[in-house]
């Protein structure tokens, strides 16, 4: 496995402004053009012994096949310095010991800031709004509507994925039994998320919109989810963030520079 490129800063700091074969990988919707441009970023220096240490990136393992794509979004949105090393997921260099010994699970998206690992698509984008764009992309530690803001991040992982995943793959389960419950109302559900509003929190975006919202466009670019207007008028809201485009830009690079196709395309 090889440093796929050099440190790059992520975008916004504006306000306001899992899967199978049957649930594909949050993969980027390849549009865009590819910047191979590298630019610093002051990140929030860590503290050692004391003193700042301002070398240290953070590193995503990433394919942009993955769901780490949409950890790029996040790191974007949360305008840090990272580093992208690239894992050959095709030829399952995720299940290799360098990256079994950071996640057992040997999965991606895996994140290392400094000396802590973060794994899991959701973890990811809480653990970044929290340390580094907190009251900005994440609400406050005394703000209820963390709540709200907790709520529906985990919604996306937790129900949605997996229940589409049920209905996709016809499996049969007492829905009283299983954590996402029947499908209809995990639809109605989701509606009621957005429903006379612009964003989850209402007219602030947040880190759940880039988890919560990011799920949703992405089952609507792949014809997942029947495209009614309260979610593809949130997901054109949540796809106009400049980071987003900078994030798709960032994993077309990618892309480009190994010569991978979409599956399908």
């Known amino acids: 496995m090889a440093v796929e490129v050099a440190t790059r800063r992520g975008g916004s700091h504006e306000r306001g402004g899992q899967r199978n074969s049957n649930l594909p990988h949050l993969a980027p919707r390849p549009t ?7 630019r610093r970023a002051a990140a929030r220096p860590a503290e050692t012994n004391g ?10 393992y990433h394919h942009p096949f993955s769901r780490a794509a949409n950890t790029v979004w996040m790191l974007e949105e949360v305008g840090v310095e990272y580093e992208l090393k690239f894992v050959d997921i ?27 690992v973060v794994t899991e698509s959701a973890a990811i984008g809480l653990y970044l709004a929290d340390r580094y764009a907190p009251g900005r992309l994440a609400p406050k530690l005394d703000d209820a509507a963390r709540g709200t803001y907790f709520r529906w991040s985990l919604f996306a992982p937790s129900v949605i994925e997996p229940g589409s995943m049920a209905k996709a793959s016809n499996w049969e389960f007492r829905a009283g039994s299983a954590g996402w419950g029947d499908y209809d109302q995990m639809i ?53 963030r400049p980071a987003y485009a900078k994030s798709e830009a960032r994993n ?14």
């Open 188 to 240: 109605a559900t989701m509606e009621s998320a957005i429903s006379g509003r612009d964003f989850v929190l209402g007219k602030e975006f947040s880190m759940a919109d880039v988890i919560f919202g990011g799920t949703i466009a992405y089952m609507l670019d792949f014809k997942m989810l029947e495209p009614r207007p309260s979610f593809t008028g949130y997901a054109q809201r949540v796809k106009a």
């Open 90 to 116: 095709m030829a399952g260099d995720q299940k290799k010991e360098d990256v079994t010994k950071l996640n057992p699970m040997g999965k991606l998206p895996l994140l290392v800031d400094g000396g802590t």
């Open 252 to 265: 077309k690079a990618v892309m480009d520079e190994r010569g991978l196709k979409m599956p399908g395309a």
């Open 51 to 60: 003193e700042r240490d301002t070398t240290m990136a953070i590193v995503l």
């Open 32 to 38: 865009g053009p590819a910047s191979g441009s590298l």
